[in-house]
């Protein structure tokens, strides 16, 4: 069977026989896979006219709610993507890390993208910058989709996360995607890049595949195009030079490779917790997915008095682990992607022994469960002990893709942060300690070298979601040698795909191209309380100005009594006026805006179902007794919450003194009912 490749909406062979992919661990033909033949350049204009079109016509509400329907129906096809991932050497713990996590990935993003950005197209990025004295030019930053396609290329050893977390975060951004998987493990990108299609849920033009080289692509290329790549320092360097990426200034993303360090704590000595904790996340990180993982642990240092008795317990977990068809339940680790990919871990372990001793593994025979040595890609873990790391180098920048793993002393903190950024960049970093300060001192010497780092200790171990796991959340890369760039990190992954332009003007033209209004622009006073309208009723800048209220002496000192709030700035006459910003005693900012509220405030049943919080609340001036205090509420953004009969509604908020001072300003934050659910309810 030839692997398809989907080809502006349609699937495709490519020409030739291909070259002929195998079970891991059976060494059975499974597909062949080409794409020889495609027209690439087509591939980009229908991803640009076609799908970016129709992405692009979708807010970033529609589109999360795309990637939560599509994760449910991917749900739904677990099954036969399971049976296919143990083809890849995989055990159901490694086929649950890239499928379920995939999916997950698709989950977070679709919450993500409806929680933290608007029901719109533009993305704003900050506050308005004022830019003039009497404040009628501004400016105000914001992302828009790329009008290009995503290159996603990714690396074999997560066929399906690999590409759903960049897709999320792609499509969330409203850019279409040309997915390229590595040709080892392409079987199972296929599969489910055709159950996605199946799903109808992606508008066309949306999502394509190439399973092969990606031919003539790189030379079409344009500045609205961005490239996320996943594989070998050595293949994104020499991408990174193509003369279309350079002179088209195409954006360029790449996570590469990455001597990843876990430093166990001077005080995580034999019979801690944290040293127990340490051997565990060692091996676990080891063996699973057989250590092709580029965060996986690739250098363990340990204090030297702790190291001996470190490698006794590794050895002793290691020796434990059952290796064979990752298909049965009891096997704990499976296959490499290949024996191309065991031939090259053996030969990078032969590098590694020049500075290390083999302590664990290596070329020793095996037992395998259920699994024929020479048909399969079987690598045994393996440990190595570096005596001498700091006149090491290969130990520092020698990635054996596989189960492999060095331990490496140090004398003390100083020396720990030292071995640790002689990985020269790298994507993630952990350190097991119960000594917070121990824990800042690495944290502090080490970070820079990092995309991502955890701390574990007792009291987050059993919640700990691993050194090893990226997260939708977290952002996923690092510098140096892990190729410099930055994934996912929750809405920070999907700007990857936007471009930032700064956009200056008058206020009220800024409020309509963000679909904010912004201080200074237009205010529309009308007879109809605000609070009256519906959702669709509401337009931005529609605005109340409230009667004026005195405040009292006798106000601040019953607000007091029936708060409990008697700070001496509202109780004590000399006493407030030794605090050098009152002159004597003032109104508590919690009765500033209790009586904001009961200015502003409409209290008949209306289309404002509740007040959900404020934001940015700060309080300018001290009001004193005397003081008249009057409100001006501005509407000032709406966010639809779709299918649920309500919006959130922001609304601005300057409360003014008697001389028409700002004494305090924040946002109010309420839920409207639409027009529907108000008309069915009064
Ligand atoms: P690789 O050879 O660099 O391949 C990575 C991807 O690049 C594959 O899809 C590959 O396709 C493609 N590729 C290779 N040459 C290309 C070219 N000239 N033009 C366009 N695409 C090209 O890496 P690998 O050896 O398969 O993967 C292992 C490495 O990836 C390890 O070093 C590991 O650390 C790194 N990795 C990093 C991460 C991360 O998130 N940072 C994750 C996983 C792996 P073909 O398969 O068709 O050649």
């Not at 890049?193 to 344009?222: T, Y």
Request: glycine content about 10%; some cysteine; hydrophobic content about 40%.
């Amino acid at each position: 069977m030839k692997l398809g490749n989907l080809v502006q909406d349609q699937w495709v062979d490519g020409d030739g026989d291909g070259t002929l992919l195998t079970s891991a661990v059976s060494g059975k033909p499974l597909a062949s896979i080409t794409s020889s033949g495609l027209d690439f350049a087509a591939m980009l204009d229908h991803a640009r006219r076609v799908g970016g079109s129709n992405l692009r016509r979708y807010t970033f509400h529609e589109r999360g709610e795309m990637l939560k329907a599509l994760a449910k129906f991917l749900m739904e096809h677990k099954a036969e993507f399971y049976q296919l991932s143990s083809e890849t050497g995989a055990t159901r713990n490694d086929s649950w890390i890239d499928i379920d996590g995939g999916i997950s990935t698709l989950f977070v993003f679709s919450s993500k993208g409806r929680r933290e950005m608007p029901n719109d197209r533009v993305y704003l990025d900050g506050q308005p910058e004022s830019l003039s004295k009497n404040g009628t030019f501004v400016g105000q930053h914001i992302f828009t989709p790329k009008l290009g396609a995503a290159i996603h290329i990714n690396a074999f050893n997560f066929p399906c996360w690999g590409m759903l977390e960049k897709l999320a975060p792609t499509l969330l951004a409203g850019v279409p995607a040309i997915v390229k998987p590595a040709s080892s493990t392409a079987y199972l990108t296929e599969l489910m890049v055709r159950r996605i299609l199946d799903s109808g849920l992606l508008p066309e033009g949306a999502l394509q595949l190439i399973c092969g080289s990606v031919g003539d692509l790189f030379d079409h290329l344009d500045c609205q195009d961005t490239i996320a790549f996943t594989g070998s320092k050595a293949t994104a360097e020499f991408l990174q030079q193509h003369p279309r990426v350079v002179g088209e200034s195409v954006a360029f993303t790449a996570e590469t490779d990455s001597l990843n360090a876990s430093i166990l704590g001077p005080d995580a000595v034999p019979g801690t917790p944290e040293f127990d904790l340490y051997v565990k996340e060692v091996t676990r990180e080891m063996i699973s997915k057989a250590g092709q993982k580029c965060t996986a642990i690739r250098r363990i240092i340990a204090p030297a008095a702790t190291a001996g008795d470190l490698v006794e317990a590794l050895a002793a977990a290691l020796g434990k682990i059952r290796i064979g068809n990752p298909a049965i339940k009891d096997v704990d680790m499976g296959a490499l992607a290949s024996q191309g990919q065991r031939d090259e871990v053996r030969a990078r372990v032969k590098d590694l022994a020049r500075e290390a001793d083999i302590v664990f593994g290596g070329d020793r025979e095996f037992e395998l469960v259920d699994a024929d040595v020479a048909k399969g890609a079987f690598f045994m873990p393996t440990l190595l002990h570096c005596e001498k790391p700091l006149s090491a180098s290969a130990v520092h920048s020698v990635e054996a893709f596989g189960p492999v793993s060095t331990v490496i002393p140090y004398e003390n903190p100083e020396e720990a942060i030292e071995l640790s950024r002689r990985g020269e960049g790298s994507l993630v970093g952990s350190i097991v300690t119960n000594d917070d300060s121990i824990a800042r001192e690495l944290i502090l010497g080490t970070a820079a070298y990092h995309g991502r780092m955890l701390v574990i200790n007792r009291h987050c171990a059993s919640e700990s979601t691993g050194h090893g796991s990226p997260l939708p959340h977290l952002v996923h890369g690092g510098p140096g040698r892990a190729g410099g760039g930055e994934e996912m990190g929750g809405i920070r992954g999907v700007l990857h795909y936007m471009q930032r332009t700064a956009i200056q003007g008058s206020p009220q033209t800024l409020s309509v191209i963000g679909n904010r209004w912004i201080k200074g622009a237009q205010q529309t006073e009308s007879d109809v309380h605000p609070f009256r309208k519906t959702f669709e009723q509401l337009a931005l800048g529609d605005t109340l100005v409230t009667a004026a209220r005195e405040v009292t002496l006798d106000d601040i000192q019953h607000f007091a009594d029936f708060t409990g709030d008697n700070f001496y700035a509202h109780t004590d006459e000399e006493a407030a006026a030794k605090n050098p910003f009152f002159d004597g005693r003032v109104a508590h900012g919690y009765l500033i805006v209790s009586f904001a509220a009961g200015l502003f405030v409409d209290p008949d049943f209306g289309p404002v179902l509740a007040n959900y919080g404020v934001d940015d609340l700060r309080f300018a001036k001290p009001v004193n007794y005397g003081d008249t205090l009057g409100v001006r509420l501005t509407c000032k953004q709406k966010t639809l919450r779709a299918g649920t009969g309500y919006g959130e509604v922001r609304w601005d908020t300057e409360v003014t003194n008697q001389d028409d001072e700002v004494v305090a300003q924040y946002d109010v934050l309420t839920m409207v009912a639409t027009d529907e659910h108000w008309a069915s309810v009064s």
